[in-house]
């Protein structure tokens, strides 16, 4: 089980170092797919049928449609494809690590778990979820903020199956759903904004002050 | 079995644009719809004993039926407003044939969401229809596919999203702490009656990843800076359903986990974070409307004061602040819906949204101008209207705590945003009229839909109706956990 849980920080770390959308679009499917491995993992451990059904709609919807729909979007645009940094890959490397220090920190202090392996898996989806805020903060590129969303909501997916062994089903489906649609609008707007802009940099949005 | 009709009404609604195709009638349809809704929503409080439940996927206690009513009451003027408010947009070549059609489908998608949430009985569907609304409303805010409509609309959803999952981080750290209490579902009732078995400190931390990410949403400073942006560019009777009715759908969510919170580690632990978050909020909003251009930011800035105010009788508590918070949850949302129509008759007319720039409105368009002066007094709080009553509940039940630090910060607030309104509002509203303009005639849709929220706003200032009385009275019993 840890190894998918540092496969999965590590994928995290990768993004935040990472200078090319193509790479980040990457990293972020190699960790949706630690999460599907994690995730199938706990099905064949418990042999819950539920399990399988969450794992394979995480395979096609995270390391499958949403990768390639965010691909798609990169080559259809022909934009440049640098995430556009307001801070360099190392600074940022090391705010991250010391944002999973901090999620180590606050959840053996102020959360008294029973388990140790409980502990370990939330605090690592803790600083998942942390370091998807990061990139959707400190990186300009619209795409590059969707992707920062969509590691958010991986870091969530963790804090969820490590917690409580997964939300009820039917709310497990319907936020798949809800990722899938939100996904797509994104896409949509991403679209809309470099038509009207010729470009996708969310820094030079600024017709709106005050 | 009408709570049903509220859902189906909307959908029936929003896929009616595919069979009828004049947009005006399909106005007409829209507002017909929701005056049913409403109709039947008033009768549903008024005549049903709370709390009904469905199979476990609905569950409407008193507290849902006072959001659901606010919600209907704001649909059903906005809806009115809109007949006449799309049709200009087409005469004047803003939108296309079909871009009105969307607009119907959008608009009862955004409301069936909105009716949504409060009656969901489970706290993650409550989540995921609060997340419908901000999908819905997306492109109600970069309806007119603007530079600046779309930078609005992208940073609403971007910043609502991202706020959004904190608030289901909440959710879990809650099912979490449910689940080791021996409760494995996110049922609200099953969740509340095990509250006292629960971690305190887990709860405490689900509580402030719940604060943060709704309040995201329901324009708490600060993380408000989302809320100017998308409210003045949206497309103006969108305003007012964001700024009446969408707010509210997520303090609503706020106040369901505060209930169990309180009931798990007592009320001192949420009171205090609601004063803080609220003063703040009162405190930003003050020193932006001060220093404000544009009217519709203006607004904008003026719904996070008067959340500010809801948190802040929440934060109070007692009978009195909660009722008075409660109260001030509808006159709010009456009111400034009334403003933003307003509003948008004026941007519409005058063509500017720069308040130094517009003069003489009530010589220009009386009718119109006469509202927006009657809704401006209502706004800042002046008797007889009903805000002021609402503000003067919430103030009782600070000083009746001996709060006096907080509720003498909020009289200040409070009374610079009073200056602050009026100064601007006045230079738009009196004065001599441009000489070129024509006095404007508003069509007969306004003019239903302002004389509608203008008799609510009179006459909750002036007696309580009895139903609403009883609701409010249930409701507060519900958040004190009886």
């Known amino acids: ?210 | 079995m009408n709570i049903f009709c509220i859902l189906i009404i909307p959908v029936i609604l929003a896929a009616l644009p595919s069979i009828v195709k004049r947009p005006k009638a399909l106005g007409i349809i829209n507002a017909c719809g929701y005056l049913f809704i409403l109709i039947g929503v008033s009768w549903f409080i008024s005549k049903t004993d709370m709390p009904v439940s469905f199979y476990k996927v609905f569950y409407i206690d008193a507290l849902a039926a006072f959001f659901i009513f606010t919600t209907a009451v704001v649909a059903f003027a906005t809806a009115v407003f809109s007949i006449g408010y799309i049709e200009r947009d087409m005469a004047g070549l803003l939108i296309s044939r079909n871009k009105a059609r969307a607009y119907y489908t959008l608009f009862n998608l955004f409301s069936l969401s909105m009716f949504l949430a409060p009656m969901a009985a489970d706290l993650a569907m409550v989540w995921i229809a609060i997340e419908m609304t901000t999908l819905a409303s997306g492109f109600l805010v970069g309806f007119y596919n603007t530079k600046a409509s779309i930078e609005a609309a992208w940073k609403y959803i971007i910043i609502c999203s991202a706020g959004i999952i904190f608030a289901l981080f909440g959710t879990i750290i809650f099912y979490y702490a449910a689940s080791c209490a021996g409760v494995k579902t996110l049922n609200w009732v099953s969740v509340f009656s095990a509250a006292e078995g629960m971690d305190k400190n887990l709860i405490k931390i689900a509580f402030l990843f719940i604060l943060v990410g709704y309040g995201t949403k329901a324009g708490l400073a600060p993380m408000h800076t989302w809320l100017p942006d998308a409210h003045s560019q949206a497309i103006s009777p969108v305003s007012a359903m964001l700024s009446g009715v969408l707010l509210k759908t997520s303090v609503y969510a706020i106040l369901r986990f505060a209930i169990i919170t309180n009931k798990c580690v007592g009320v001192d632990f949420s009171s205090k974070l609601f004063i803080v978050f609220a003063l703040v909020s009162l405190g930003v909003s003050a020193g932006f409307i001060i220093i404000q251009k544009h009217m519709k930011r203006l607004l904008a800035y003026s719904s996070i004061e008067h959340v500010g105010v809801i948190f802040l009788g929440f934060g109070f508590g007692g009978a009195i602040g909660t009722y008075g918070a409660l109260f001030h949850v509808l006159n709010h949302a009456v009111t400034k819906s009334l403003m933003f129509f307003g509003a948008a008759n004026i941007i519409k007319k005058y063509r500017k949204d720069n308040m130094n720039t517009i003069k003489g409105v009530i010589r220009s368009m009386p009718f119109t101008g006469i509202m927006f002066t009657l809704g401006m007094f209502s706004l800042i709080g002046m008797p007889p209207f009903s805000i002021f009553f609402s503000e003067f509940l919430v103030l009782m039940a600070g000083f009746s705590r001996g709060l006096y630090l907080s509720s003498g910060l909020y009289l200040f607030f409070i009374a610079l945003i009073f200056g602050g309104i009026l100064y601007h509002f006045s230079k738009v509203l009196f004065g001599e009229k441009p000489d070129d303009m024509k006095k404007a005639k508003e069509g007969l849709s306004a003019k239903i839909a302002f004389v509608f929220l203008f008799i609510l706003m009179a006459v909750l200032g002036l007696a309580m109706p009895l139903f609403l009385n009883k609701i409010i009275l249930s409701s507060i019993a519900v958040i004190e956990g009886v």
């Open chain 1, 1 to 210: 089980m840890y190894i998918f849980l540092i496969g999965i920080v590590l994928m995290a770390y990768s993004m935040v170092a990472a200078k090319r959308i193509t790479s980040l679009i990457f990293s972020f499917r190699i960790q949706s797919a630690f999460l599907f491995l994690a995730t199938l993992f706990m099905a064949i451990k418990e042999k819950g049928l539920e399990l399988y059904i969450v794992a394979g709609l995480l395979l096609l919807l995270k390391v499958v449609l949403i990768p390639n729909f965010l691909s798609n979007i990169v080559k259809k645009l022909k934009m440049n494809e640098y995430v556009g940094m307001f801070l360099n890959p190392l600074a940022s490397l090391f705010m991250a690590v010391f944002l999973t220090y901090l999620s180590y920190v606050f959840t053996t202090r102020i959360i008294v778990f029973k388990a140790e392996a409980q502990v370990i898996s939330f605090a690592a989806s803790l600083s998942v979820t942390m370091i998807g805020l990061f990139i959707m903060i400190f990186r300009m590129k619209a795409l590059s903020q969707v992707i920062g969303f969509l590691v958010m909501e991986n870091g969530l997916f963790l804090a969820a199956s490590a917690l409580a062994g997964g939300m009820p089903f039917f709310v497990e489906i319907v936020i798949f759903m809800d990722v899938f649609v939100s996904v797509i609008i994104f896409g949509m707007f991403i679209y809309k904004i470099n038509k009207l802009f010729t470009h996708i940099d969310v820094s030079k949005l600024n017709t709106l002050r005050r």
